[in-house]
């Protein structure tokens, strides 16, 4: 089942679906990061930012990184994480809704 195509509409540069493990389970896009670098370094994100999140008594559901030109919008639905790259400027609110859209699906499995 492809979940990411939803994004594709809005030009996200790059898009992944992975689980805790890091692995690729799909892929949208092209360009760097790879979506294997993408995958990985999320779910890396996700596990180092667990402690803190139980420390606040919850635990990670979404997050941004930014830099000058891009910014990396991810939401952690289960043991997935769904994370999108765009370029600064884009409508962050539209791609992150539809990430939220899609995590709603995935946790309906």
């Known amino acids: 089942m ?7 509409p809005f030009g996200v540069k790059r898009a992944v679906l992975t689980g805790l ?7 949208l896009g092209r360009g760097a990061p790879s ?4 995958a990985a370094e999320l779910a890396s994100l996700v ?7 139980e420390a606040l008594g919850g635990e990670v559901r979404r997050f941004t990184l930014a ?5 990396v ?3 952690r ?3 997935y994480v769904l994370g999108a790259v765009i370029e600064r400027g884009m409508d962050r609110k539209a ?11 995935l946790s309906e499995l």
Request: charged letters at 25%; glycine letters at 10%; proline letters at 2%.
């Open 21 to 27: 493990d890091g692995l690729v389970i799909e892929a």
């Open 77 to 79: 639905v289960g043991g």
């Open 35 to 38: 979506a294997e670098v993408l």
């Open 47 to 53: 596990r180092h930012m667990a402690p803190l999140a």
């Open 67 to 71: 830099t000058e030109d891009q910014e």
């Open 2 to 8: 492809a979940y990411l195509e939803g994004l594709a």
């Open 73 to 75: 919008l991810a939401v």
């Open 95 to 105: 791609i992150g809704n539809e990430l939220s859209r899609i995590a709603l699906r």
